[in-house]
């Protein structure tokens, strides 16, 4: 079965970096756009960021728009978000998503697989 694994969460004071990661298996990787979603507490899931099935288009929230990167390598099936310049309200639990549409999808519905999530904390 599908399984996405996502790892590389902690917590980090404001300004810090983390580098998550997303490991897939049992889907198709190469052709599957990936999605990176966060839920803080009390609010709903939301977008953060999208890659294409070939890692040549990109799309970003506004809220992280020059701070965070996403990045796959569709030999290792693993799909990368690295954040810079963390700030307290980027806290949440992250979601790694596949999308077998493959292009740009920023809505959750458009994505059949998801992952646990993995908990982001940034202290002030």
């Known amino acids: 079965q599908v399984q996405l694994v996502e790892s590389g969460g902690g917590l980090v004071q404001a300004g810090g970096s983390l580098r998550l990661s997303c490991a897939a298996s049992?889907?198709?990787?190469?052709?599957?756009?990936m999605g990176w979603f966060r839920q803080a507490p009390g609010k709903e899931r939301e977008f953060v960021a999208v890659?294409?099935?070939?890692?040549?288009?990109?799309y970003y929230a506004e809220s992280v728009k020059g701070r965070f990167t996403i990045s796959r390598d569709n030999a290792k099936n693993t799909v990368y978000l690295q954040m810079n310049s963390l700030k307290p309200e980027d806290t949440a639990v992250y979601y790694c998503?596949?999308?077998?549409?493959?292009?740009?999808?920023?809505?959750?519905?458009?994505?059949?697989?998801w992952g646990q999530g993995t908990q982001v904390t940034v202290s002030s």
């Open positions: 998503a596949a999308s077998s549409y493959g292009s740009i999808r920023s809505k959750s519905y458009e994505y059949q697989y």
């Open positions: 049992g889907l198709t990787f190469s052709s599957s756009a």
């Open positions: 890659i294409t099935w070939s890692g040549y288009s990109t």
